[in-house]
């Protein structure tokens, strides 16, 4: 696998990552009691630390790209695996 295919993949993985972890630790103005701007959602959130985001997107991205590194080169799962049709004929 090329250096240039495993930046790309694990930038993939990394975003995913990002998304997956998100939501996780994060508390809204009410939730924590604290003061909310004038026209501010209800929803939005009152302690949003993008780097903690960054860190904890790093690390479960790694462990990812870590599987889908070592099933690339073991096999694990093929393509032929994953074709349905046959276990579902028409």
Do not use: C
């Amino acid at each position: 696998m090329k250096i240039t295919s495993i930046i790309a993949i694990y930038g993939l993985f990394w975003v995913m990552a990002a998304f997956i972890v998100l939501p996780f630790g994060v508390r809204t103005h009410d939730e924590l009691g604290q003061e909310k701007v004038l026209g501010q959602a209800d929803s939005a959130p009152g302690n949003f630390n993008p780097r903690k985001i960054a860190i904890r997107a790093t690390i479960l991205s790694a462990a990812m790209f870590a599987f889908f590194y070592a099933n690339y080169f073991n096999g694990w799962i093929t393509v032929a695996d994953l074709d349905l049709t046959t276990y579902f004929p028409h």
